[in-house]
């Protein structure tokens, strides 16, 4: 499973507060990356990193920042959670030598 | 800007049955695909990896082919079990830039006993 988890797993906030989800891997891969997935849009990219500090805007960007300080842990920030941004939320890292995608368990995000 | 598109959306067959899930791409420049299952509420585990270079992969009861000219690619499973039912997802690995990976929406199986 690549050493991949993410927290929490659950959560459920109000919309304006700010809401923090992490994605922890123990494998040192170097890309990293942030889903979400909604029904009828399959995964959209919403950013990716491809080092520490070095990270850019995929499809979905708008709304979220991201950060990523240690080789090990990615974070994406919604500064102010809209009711659009309920969705389930899926992290990924790129095995190279092969380049394969591995998935977190994802983190269901309800913004009420 | 690649788009990948999967057909059926939803496919349901008998036990035992052998079928196929067809995965299509708009740009060949790819350096790899890649075949998911995803099981409802869950995660999406990796079944099969097909490099650029390639042309087919098998893993048991699964193959998956890929004709990158043609920009398709199809997931074969062999003698269907009620197992099997879930949401099949391709994705390609796009050449170019920070290994960026886009995904088709997805074919919803169920496998009837």
């Known amino acids: 499973d690549a050493g991949i988890t993410q927290s929490p797993r659950h959560k459920v906030t109000e919309t304006g507060t700010p809401v923090t989800l992490r994605c922890h891997q123990t494998e040192n891969h170097r890309y990293m990356y942030w889903y979400r997935q909604d029904p009828g849009h399959g995964l959209r990219l919403i950013h990716y990193?491809?080092?520490?500090?070095?990270?850019d805007k995929g499809e979905v960007s708008d709304g979220y920042s991201v950060s990523r300080s240690k080789t090990e842990d990615f974070l994406l920030t919604l500064e102010s959670a809209t009711s659009s941004q309920t969705s389930v939320y899926f992290c990924a890292i790129l095995r190279q030598g092969g380049n394969e995608q591995f998935f977190g368990p994802g983190t269901r995000l309800t913004v009420l | 800007k690649q788009e990948v598109t999967q057909i059926p959306a939803a496919l349901s067959v008998p036990e035992g049955e052998n079928l196929v899930l067809n995965c299509s791409f708009t740009?060949?420049?790819?350096?790899?695909l890649q075949w998911f299952r995803q099981d409802p509420g869950k995660g999406l585990t990796s079944l099969l990896l097909i490099q650029s270079s390639q042309r087919e992969q098998t893993s048991g009861r699964l193959n998956a082919s890929l004709d990158k000219s043609s920009g398709r690619s199809t997931l074969y499973i062999a003698a269907s079990q009620p197992g099997d039912s879930a949401t099949y997802l391709c994705?390609?690995?796009?050449?170019?830039?920070?290994?960026?990976?886009?995904f088709g929406i997805g074919t919803k199986l169920q496998v009837i006993p």
């Open positions: 740009d060949s420049a790819i350096y790899n």
């Open positions: 994705a390609v690995l796009n050449s170019g830039g920070y290994q960026k990976v886009t």
């Open positions: 990193s491809y080092g520490v500090k070095d990270t």
